[in-house]
Nanobody, 125 residues
Framework: QVQLVESGGGLVQAGGSLRLSCAAS????????MGWYRQAPGKQRELVAA???????NYADSVKGRFTISRDNAKKTVYLQMNSLKPEDTAVYYC???????????????????WGQGTQVTVSS
C-alpha cells in the first residue's frame, strides 16, 4: 500500500560525493518524520539523519558537517547529500518514514514506520 523507493547509491572514492533519494508512493495521507539509516557489515543499523515535516533536522555526530538531509513534501521525497565521503561511510543505506495512510485517517489510527529496500554505498580508500 505504501512504498519507499531509494536511488543514488554506488561506488565512490574517498572525498567524493553521492546524493541519495527516496520517494514515497501509495495511499498516503501524511508523512511525518523521514530519515536515513545505515547498516555496515557486522554492525547494528544506525540513524544517519532525520528531518521533520517542518524541516527540523538531526544528524549523527559522525556525519555532521558532511551530510545534508532535505525533503520535498510535494514530491514526497527525502534526499541525503553526502560529501567528503570516508571509507567508514560504507554501508547499506535505508530510507525510513513515519506515514499515515488514508485508511489510518478514516480509522483514526496513528501512522506506521515504513522502510525502503536499501541502497549500497561503497567508499573506496
Amino acid at each position: 500500500q505504501v512504498q519507499l523507493v531509494e536511488s543514488g547509491g554506488g561506488l565512490v572514492q574517498a572525498g567524493g560525493s553521492l546524493r541519495l533519494s527516496c520517494a514515497a508512493s501509495g495511499s498516503i495521507f501524511s508523512i511525518n518524520a523521514m530519515g536515513w539509516y545505515r547498516q555496515a557489515p557486522g554492525k547494528q543499523r544506525e540513524l544517519v539523519a532525520a528531518i521533520t515535516s517542518g524541516g527540523s533536522t538531526n544528524y549523527a555526530d559522525s556525519v555532521k558537517g558532511r551530510f545534508t538531509i532535505s525533503r520535498d513534501n510535494a514530491k514526497k521525497t527525502v534526499y541525503l547529500q553526502m560529501n567528503s565521503l570516508k571509507p567508514e561511510d560504507t554501508a547499506v543505506y535505508y530510507c525510513n518514514a513515519d506515514i499515515a495512510t488514508y485508511s489510518d485517517y478514516i480509522r483514526r489510527t496513528s501512522g506506521s514506520d515504513y522502510w525502503g529496500q536499501g541502497t549500497q554505498v561503497t567508499v573506496s580508500s
